[in-house]
Each structure stands twice: as C-alpha cells, then as structure tokens.
C-alpha cells in the first residue's frame, strides 16, 4: 500500500468474525480498534451492528482515508481517532466490550500490549479482548490468554476478563 499498512488478509478476517459469530455476540457491542490502519476490521464490525467502534490510528493517510470511506457511506457510529495507541490507553476512560488490536508485527511494544490493554480499564469486566500477531509471539503464558487461532502467517489471541 505504500503507507505502512498491512491490513488484516481476507482469509484471517473471515476466519475472526466467523469465530465471533459462533462464539460471542457482537451485535449492540461497544468495539475499540487499536491500529485500526485501513479501518477493514472497524468497517467489518459496523457492518455486523455494532453499536459504535473506536478506530484509533496514528497514520494521517489512513486516518484521512478512513473518514472519507466513513463519510462516503454515511457512517455516523464510527468514530476515528488520530493517535497513539500507548497514549490514548493511558488517557480514556471509558469502557468497551471488546477491544480488538492489529499492531504492526514487529512493534516493539507489542509483547506489552495485552498488559496495556487488559490494565487500562478500558475492557469490561466480561469484555474480550483480541490481538492479531505474527507467529514470533506466544501469549499462552497470559492469565487472560484463552485461546489462538491462526490463519497462515497472522496469529490471533484472544483474552477474556472475568469467565
């Protein structure tokens, strides 16, 4: 793409939301889309009704591009949020159902992000949270790790708070 995205490959999406749709109910959820890059994840989760989704990016060129998409379809419970992601965890204080994060693979603080997140607060108590990495990260040893899947060269864990 040019500008440092590497959005989430159509195979490793539909295998997500096909989890989702047998596992957890996201209809009327608050979601959290931490990296959001292109906002395909976000755009996925409104189109399943979502109550409202959080993308926050640190790229103006997919931040712009992801409210003109969000403009161009009339949109109205996205909300797109220009900043980094370690900061604006450490800043809000509002609360979400499920949080889902695609940071760049080799972020070097994506080894401390399900800390960040699942400290934050921001995740519910039964909220869940999902992390999309490379297979050069295991976050099995995670007291809120409950499950992986992987579809080709993308990993996804999946924490839950709470039972």
Avoid at 18 to 28: G, P
Avoid at 74 to 79: C, Y
Avoid at 111 to 129: I, Y
Wanted: with cysteine; charged share 25%; glycine share 6%.
């Amino acid at each position: 793409m040019g500008s440092g995205i590497r959005p989430t490959t159509d195979q490793a999406r539909e295998g997500l939301f096909n989890i989702l749709q047998h596992r957890w109910v996201i209809e009327d959820t608050r979601v959290l889309d931490l990296f959001a890059g292109s906002g395909a994840v976000s755009l996925e989760f409104i189109s399943r009704n979502c109550t409202e989704v959080v993308a926050v990016e640190q790229s103006p060129k997919a931040v712009k591009m992801l409210r003109q998409t969000s403009l161009d379809w009339g949109i109205d419970n996205l909300h797109i949020l220009q900043k980094d992601v370690f900061l604006y965890l450490r800043q809000v204080q509002d609360q979400f159902d499920l949080i889902f994060a695609d940071p760049p693979f080799d972020h070097p603080r994506l080894p401390e992000l399900p800390a960040e997140v699942l400290n934050s607060g921001l995740l519910k108590e039964d909220g869940l949270f999902i992390l999309e990495h490379s297979k050069s990260h295991s976050f099995e040893d995670h007291p809120f790790f409950r499950d992986g899947r992987r579809y080709g060269h993308v990993h996804f864990s999946f924490f839950l708070k709470g039972d």
